[in-house]
């Protein structure tokens, strides 16, 4: 049980256009879902955090207009990475966390973004 | 601030050896502390996790203990196996907080 998928798992595109990357937790439902990144042999950092039906909350230094997300069931968060750049090329992860877990987030297998 | 600081990789290690990854953290509060486990191509799982000083986490052979004085959680497992080859991650929550630091995640190898 709690299984968080992500689609798509590795994504190409050019620099100017926009991406969307979904997690979905698959067998239970997700009240927060978090948003990683994470740089070659270095640590996930949270990037923001978001409950379903609200407005995620950013990490500090994280643009807020860059990285859209969005929570709007309790099974799907999406990241939207808008007019992205080479310097966003990245490995992103989310995970997700059920109502009264509060110390336990589930993850899902990441995608791997790479900005021409 | 709080952080996690674990030993870099990467290990390689014979099958049957006896595996430590160090892990040692700052926290403002009173942290968890977590080891997660990456397979390759997968998420992160949990493997093991410690929420108070003197607990021990342990499952699948490997375990480690919350040594508040030392301020450290290091991973042991006394004999590893070629299916435990993944990258681990040492982590902290606080009580009081949804973020989770990470180490920058240590890779182990293990050779038949």
């Known amino acids: 049980g709690a299984v968080v998928s992500q689609h798509p798992s590795w994504v190409i595109c050019k620099s100017g256009t926009s991406v969307k990357i979904e997690c979905r937790s698959l067998?239970?439902?997700?009240?927060?879902m978090f948003w990683y990144r994470q740089f070659p042999k270095q640590s996930l950092m949270l990037m923001a955090t978001?409950?379903?039906?609200?407005?995620?909350?950013?990490e500090q230094g994280v643009e807020k207009d860059k990285f859209l997300i969005n929570h709007a069931s309790l099974t799907l968060s999406t990241l939207t990475v808008t007019s992205a750049h080479p310097e966003d090329s990245s490995f992103y992860i989310c995970?997700?966390?059920?109502?009264?877990?509060?110390?336990?987030?589930?993850f899902g297998p990441g995608t791997r973004l790479t900005v021409l | 601030g709080n952080s996690v600081t674990q030993m870099e990789g990467p290990v390689t290690l014979s099958e049957e050896a006896f595996l430590t990854i160090n892990c040692t953290y700052t926290?403002?509060?009173?942290?968890?502390l977590f080891w997660y486990v990456q397979y390759p191509g997968e998420g992160l799982q949990l493997l093991l996790k410690?929420?108070?000083?003197?607990d021990k986490g342990s499952n699948k052979g490997f375990e480690a203990t919350y040594r508040k004085e030392t301020t450290s959680f290091h991973l042991e497992k006394g004999s590893v196996q070629v299916s435990d080859s993944a990258v681990y991650f040492c982590?902290?929550?606080?009580?009081?907080?949804?973020?989770?630091?990470f180490g920058t995640g240590t890779s182990l190898t293990v050779i038949p």
């Open positions: 995970s997700a966390r059920f109502a009264g877990a509060t110390d336990t987030q589930y």
């Open positions: 067998d239970f439902q997700a009240t927060t």
């Open positions: 978001s409950n379903e039906g609200s407005k995620a909350t950013y």
């Open positions: 926290a403002t509060g009173y942290p968890s």
């Open positions: 410690a929420t108070k000083a003197d």
């Open positions: 982590a902290l929550t606080l009580a009081t907080g949804n973020q989770f630091y």
